[in-house]
Structures are given as structure tokens and as C-alpha cells.
């Protein structure tokens, strides 16, 4: 499959090869197109680094190394910058997610009414820690602040949906119901 076409000048040299082999250990070959679109977009707009950037994750769902260093070479930003930001914002990962991320609310609300014990109950059932990506790569399980729904704490997000008053006893719960709730949806 060829990438290397459009109006991305540096997208021709051999680097820009190097790099790509090395996306393409991470990444499959569309992604990587959308990638060079968003880039071809937005290259010469200054000050469209952190629009690229939230692009470019949705597409390819984190942003390695590898990925920040690409967008740096065909932006004509240096890495640091590139790196610096996706440093700063904690809405960018450098680690893999899974289709479906987990948030469990540890905000005050929320963690007075034990939103510890569904984060434990949580990691046992899927096998996998705070931050980390379960086997199938289907959900990721992340403990974040306050999402904004304190009277339903405590407060679970499953991608775009929302669970409050979850009981900590059975949280594992929640997890049949979203899979029940995206098999209407799929
Ligand atoms: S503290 Fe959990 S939603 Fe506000």
C-alpha cells in the first residue's frame, strides 16, 4: 500500500519510510492514512498541534513515541514540543486503551461511597490494573476525578455511558449491562 503520496513533501524521504515501518508495527495501514490526511490538513494552520493531536488519537486511540515523533517531522515541530504537550494534557495516553475504557470516579463523592471496592472488584474480574488493557483488548479500566455526576455516586463511565449508584458489592454488574446495551447499539 502506498502512503507516500499528497501534498506532504517530507512524506517522500527515506525517513519518512523509517518511520512509517515503525507505525506500522503499531498501527494498521488505514489508520496510518488517516493520519497523513489529518497531517495534510492541518500542516500549514499554525497553532493546530493540539487539534492534530486529539485527531490523530481518536484514530489511532493513544499516541507512542513513535506516533508524537511522526506528527513532529511532517508538522515541522520539534518532538519536544510535540512530546511536551501530550505530557501536559492528561485527556492524551502514550499507552495503549481498550475499545471500551472504564472510568471509575474516585472523586470525593465517589470515593466515600467506595469507589475503591469497585475498582478492586473491577480489576479482578477483567484481570488486568489501573491504566492497563485486558487480554482482548476490549476494555481498559482508568481511576479518574470527578466526572460531574456526584448525586449518582458513586459513578462508573463505560465509554459514553454513564452508570451511577453502582453497588460496590456488584460491580461486575455493570459489565453485563454495557454488553447488553452495545449489542442493541451493534
Ligand atoms: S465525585 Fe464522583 S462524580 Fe463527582
Redesign the pocket.
Known sequence: MNHMNGNCPKLYEERGYAMKHELLMEFTDKQIEQVDELIRKYRTIPGSLLVVLEEVQKVCTYLPMCLQRYVAENMNISPSTVHGVVTFYSYFSTVPKGRRVIKV?S????YVKRSQDITNSLQQHLHIKDGEVTEDGEYSLEEVR?????GL???VMIGADTFGLVDPEKAEEILLKDKVEESHVG
Not at 472523586?107 to 465517589?110: E, F, I, P, R
Not at 470527578?146 to 456526584?150: D, E, I, S, V
Open positions: 470516579c472523586g470525593t463523592a465517589c470527578c466526572l460531574g455526576a456526584c455516586a458513586p459513578v
